[in-house]
């Protein structure tokens, strides 16, 4: 992607280096002996619980990488580690190329204060504040004077769409609307980046839908850097630029969602992506045939359409299309046989 | 046969109960004999308490200390001067409140010294005047929650001006508003502290259990020893009493908060202090507020008690009244305490659920409207209470300060009223009372005084045994032991008697009451507010209408108890039963089940280990009420420790005997708190 071309140059916002975390007293014998992955036995010879299994990853500025996983599959413990409110076993952390696992506590705090923000799985509002104290919260806790940190809350309570409750109580508003007010929180100190730990699983489907494509508009305009954990495979083809699929503590895959959906790496990840319905997650150019003008037809179609939007007009054409790229000023970038959508869509 | 008995719990217990009727029966009542009575090894212990606190006190750690009156240096104890300076600081800052409610010239005095005073005859400031002070109630309620508040607390202090209780209450609520936040403030560090670190919290846990279950009396005279008499004495002893379930009610609300909420507080960057104070104490805040309530509920409670060492107030007159039998005037005192209980009470809770209004532009006028209001209207009453002092010029002026016992009252008319009841219904009541000591009474305490020494371990470590295995047997059985090492098993027995019949008839009658409100949404709303309400009452005040109705015999102190003891009983039962799932009674529903059988067979096994734990409520408050018995006669170790508050060596004894009482509370704590966590367990419910 063009995205990664850039930015894979500048230096990664996070950054995990084998990162472990383990639960038991034997950890730290375990790992001396150890190098690269520990398998499940070995954690059960020593009576240990795995978190995260030798994580390594980099999340650039802008991107979104979802964690995918079960229950029990450590991502939360990964989201936690990164963000330190557990300190992992071992490995290194680096956020902006700090080492987030040296800092001392009024360092940790101060990023905390300006860099980052959180959401959470079940809100976690402060129960005796309103909507706009809540959203306020960590701006007064940063020592901001009471007026500015009210006025800058209220423009994040017009920016999720609260406008009319921020006199409310958490425990009068619906789970979506206490969401909207936990991701206002997160982002009232105007972070960097953005946690956010399946912040849609404890709401209805419908509404689930509704703040995911909030969740996507709001991030077109901010452009944070976002690591987001989820249990729901579809959730994370929907949102994210990078999907990280994790069991039992090992990041089985880390890869675009197209690139998972079409080269699943274990058998794992494949049973996920075998019941995804590939038209309404692959885009036109993960089918696409090199550019040769020879070939070319006259019809166009853009790069990163999904296919399902594009299929019918496609399967009308009789000759092959021309896949151009709106980025490059429409400049034709691969060819596109209309056999492959139908190999896409009823193919196996 | 063995295996039948190892499966199934009701038969082990069918069968402990058949060899505790064997070793009844069987072992012969022989003065001489231990299976009968165990010897009194431990009789020493009041004694070697007595010596310990007197060394304290007189002997250890002695410093010089130079005494400007004798010009000379004088040997006094560390630990004396320890206590005594405590004393006095205590004492003063009840004093000083006091002196705020009281005083007028005094507090003007006592703040710029008589000097200036004498010099400047304006300063003569007189206080205020009741009018005012009823005003300025109303107001402060309504400024915290509205009109409702502001109706509830107007009359309330309507109520304690016009009946000629303003000293005596003002007395009491200076002691309380003292005593109180100190309750609060030590409850919720030490809570906090033993949230922070397990140690403290195992540490306490001991400690808090005594504290609270050990009866008001028996630490009243080492109090009184390292102390001495008087206000301060009745403060430090409502302390001990009641920052305990301060502190339990600290520790249990922040456990409770998600680890999400405290995740959502240290990623908005708050540092250590930040996270106790604006996350975990407000969101933990509910079962604090839970705690202040207790605090001050057990400190209005404390007040006739803290009297027995010199507190003045309320608790003093109603002592008075009901030693010499003034039923009208006790009630109406009685009724003051209550006031000033609910009074408190909603007060505090408003201002802790008052919000901010951050949009609010008012005016300097708007936003203290009230208080210019309050100064005008005051301003008002001081006038007319000036004038009206042209109405009274001989006598009281009525609209300044109704003084003790000149205000209104309806206490001959109760009197009459009670008098028309003795009258009226003598006979009946009487008859009542003799069957119930002679037929059930009388041959139970028997039966009890009868009981072997050996029998009654059998059965109370058997049952630890069953329950709990071998560490409740040996927790049970040596709280028991250390009880019947000592010469006072048989007052003991005495108080068990008391206690079994007690906690017997509430728990029926609480189980029955709150299974048939449980029924029903409303009732069982109002079942819940009505207890709400009648533990609101100091504990003393059942005894006021008991003895109006049976007279100062045994009976009196059971019905006190089992009223008492009926509330948590009654509680429990309802909360229990609501919380059955409906899904669960849909399902009965659909299996065909009656009403009774929904009751036996589903509602009743699931709210069974709920139901347990307010039983084990209802043992704490019906030996409390027994031991309070005392008060009006009782032959129990109650009576003994209510003795030892007039007897010169009465600490150690009167400190035993609250402990006695103590380890009887806790043998029974465990037992039912083992069962219960177990069933709990078993059932899924958490």
Redesign the interface.
């Known amino acids: 992607m063009l995205n990664d071309s850039l930015s894979s140059n500048l230096e990664p916002v996070i950054k995990c280096e084998s990162v472990f975390k383990i639960f038991g007293n034997n950890a730290n014998k375990l790992l001396e002996n150890s190098n690269g992955p520990i398998s499940a036995e070995e954690f059960q010879k020593a009576g240990c619980i795995i978190g995260v299994n030798n994580a390594s990853f980099e999340i650039h500025k802008g991107e979104m990488l979802v964690v995918m996983g079960l229950s029990g599959s450590g991502k939360s413990t990964l989201l ?1 580690c990164i ?1 330190r ?1 557990t300190d992992p076993t071992s490995g290194k952390i680096f956020i902006d190329g700090e080492n987030l696992l040296e800092m001392n ?1 009024k360092q940790l ?2 990023l ?3 860099k ?3 959401v ?11 909507v ?2 809540n959203i306020a ?2 701006l007064i ?2 020592g901001l004077p ?1 007026d500015a940190s ?1 006025s800058k809350a209220m423009e994040m309570v017009e920016l999720v769409g609260l406008k009319g409750r921020e ?1 409310y109580f958490p425990r009068e508003l619906s789970g979506g609307q206490q969401q909207r007010v ?1 991701i206002a ?2 982002l009232a ?1 105007e972070p960097d980046i953005w ?1 956010l730990d399946e912040p849609f699983s404890a709401l209805d489907p419908l509404i689930r839908k509704e703040m995911q494509d909030e969740f996507l508009r709001l991030q077109d305009s901010l452009h944070k850097t976002i690591m987001f954990v989820t249990h729901d495979f579809d959730e994370a083809l929907r949102l994210a630029d990078r999907i990280a699929i994790m069991k039992d503590g090992i990041i089985e895959q880390l890869d675009t969602p197209d690139n998972i959906v079409l080269n699943p790496a274990t058998e794992y990840v494949k049973k996920f992506t075998e019941d995804v319905p590939r038209e309404k997650v692959l885009k036109i150019e993960s089918i696409m045939t090199t550019y040769e003008p020879s070939m070319a037809g006259s019809n166009t179609v853009f790069k990163d359409a999904i296919i399902e939007t594009v299929a019918e007009s496609i399967l009308d054409s009789k000759e092959n299309l021309t896949v151009i790229d709106t980025e490059q000023q429409n400049k034709p970038v691969g060819i596109l046989e209309p056999s492959k959508v139908i190999k896409v869509l009823f193919g196996k | 046969m063995f295996d039948v008995i190892k499966n199934s719990r009701q038969r082990q217990f069918i069968f402990l109960f058949f060899i505790f009727l064997i070793l009844y029966f069987f072992i012969p009542k022989n003065e001489n004999s231990y299976l009968w009575r165990l010897p009194p090894l431990l009789k020493n212990i009041p004694l070697m308490f007595n010596a310990l606190l007197d060394n304290l006190m007189f002997n250890w750690f002695t410093i010089p200390i130079w005494d400007p009156d004798w010009q000379m240096y004088e040997d006094k104890t560390l630990f004396r001067i320890v206590t005594r300076s405590i004393s006095n600081s205590v004492l003063f800052f009840i004093i000083f409140i006091r002196e705020i409610f009281l005083g007028g010239y005094q507090t003007v005095s006592a703040v710029l010294g008589d000097g200036l005073t004498k010099t400047f005859s304006w300063l003569y400031l007189p206080a205020l005047p009741w009018t005012a002070v009823v005003i300025g109630a109303a107001l402060i309620g309504y400024k915290l929650e509205g009109i409702r508040l502001a109706v509830i607390a107007g009359i309330g202090f309507f109520y304690v001006s016009v009946f000629g209780q303003w000293e005596p209450s003002m007395q009491t609520l200076s002691l309380v508003l003292f005593t109180a936040p100190v309750c609060f403030i030590l409850g919720l560090s030490l809570g906090i502290w033993g949230y922070l670190s397990k140690r403290v919290e195992a540490a306490l846990q001991p400690i808090l259990n005594v504290a609270q279950t050990m009866p008001h009396f028996s630490y009243l005279v080492p109090i009184v020893v390292l102390f001495g008499v008087g206000d301060h004495a009745g403060s430090i002893a409502t302390i001990i009493f009641a920052t305990p379930p301060m502190v339990r009610l600290t520790i249990l609300g922040l456990k409770k908060i ?1 680890p ?2 405290i ?2 507080g ?6 250590k202090f ?1 996270l106790l104070f ?2 975990l104490i ?2 933990a ?1 509910r079962d604090i507020l839970i705690g202040v309530n207790q605090v001050i509920m057990q400190c209005l409670a404390m007040t006739t008690i803290a009297a027995f060492i010199g507190a003045k107030g309320l608790g003093f007159n109603l002592k008075v009244a009901l030693n010499s039998l003034k039923i009208g005037k006790a009630a109406e005192i009685g009724i003051c305490v209550v006031i000033i209980a609910v009074v408190l009470d909603k007060l505090s809770l408003a201002w802790a659920n008052k ?2 209004d ?1 949009f609010a532009n008012l005016s300097f006028f708007q936003r203290n409207r009230l208080s210019i209001f309050f100064i005008f209207l005051t301003i008002i009453c001081s006038i007319v209470a000036v004038i009206s002092s042209y109405y009274f010029p001989k006598g009281f002026n009525y609209l300044y300060l109704i003084p003790f016992n000149k205000g209104l009252t309806v206490s001959p008319i109760l009197d009459a009223f009670v008098d028309w009841i003795w009258n009226t219904f003598f006979y009946y009541l009487n008859t009542f009372n003799i069957f119930l000591l002679t037929n059930v009474l009388g041959p139970m305490k028997q039966a009890y005084l009868n009981m072997p020494v050996v029998s009654t371990f059998v059965l109370f470590m058997g049952a630890g045994y069953i329950i709990g295995g071998i560490r409740s047997c040996l927790i049970v059985g040596s709280l028991i032991l250390f009880i019947a090492l000592s010469e006072y098993w048989d007052r003991t027995l005495i108080t068990l008697y008391m206690a079994t019949f007690a906690v017997g008839v509430s728990a029926i009658s609480g189980i029955v009451v709150g299974s048939l409100c449980a029924q029903n949404e409303f009732a069982s709303k109002s079942i819940l507010s009505l207890c709400d309400f009648f533990q609101t009452f100091p504990s003393f005040i059942y005894l006021i209408p008991v003895i109006l109705l049976f007279g100062i015999t045994d009976t009196s102190v059971m019905i006190a108890a089992i009223v008492y003891a009926s509330v948590p009983a009654t509680r429990y039962t309802v909360e229990g039963l609501r919380s059955v799932p409906p899904s669960l009674h849909d399902a009965g529903s659909m299996s065909g089940v009656s009403k009774m059988q929904r009751w036996r067979l589903i509602d009743l096994p699931l709210a069974l280990p709920h139901i347990m734990l307010g039983i084990n409520q209802t043992v704490i408050f019906a030996l409390m009420m027994i031991v309070l018995g005392a008060l009006i006669g009782t032959e129990d170790l109650g009576q003994l420790i209510m003795g030892s508050l007039s007897r010169p060596n009465g600490a150690g004894i009167g400190f035993t005997l609250g402990i006695f009482i103590s380890f009887i509370c806790l043998a029974v704590d465990n037992l039912i708190r083992t069962w219960a966590d177990e069933r709990k367990k078993l059932l899924g419910i958490n």
Do not use: D
């Open positions: 936690r963000s409110l506590s705090i101060e905390r204060r300006n980052m923000g959180m959470f799985q079940s809100f976690a509002l402060l129960p005796h504040k309103t706009l104290e919260f960590p806790i940063k009471t009210i006199n936990g929180r997160s100190v946690f | 998600s999400e909420v995740e959502s240290l990623m908005s960057g708050c540092n930040q604006r996350v407000p969101t805040r919000q901010k951050y």
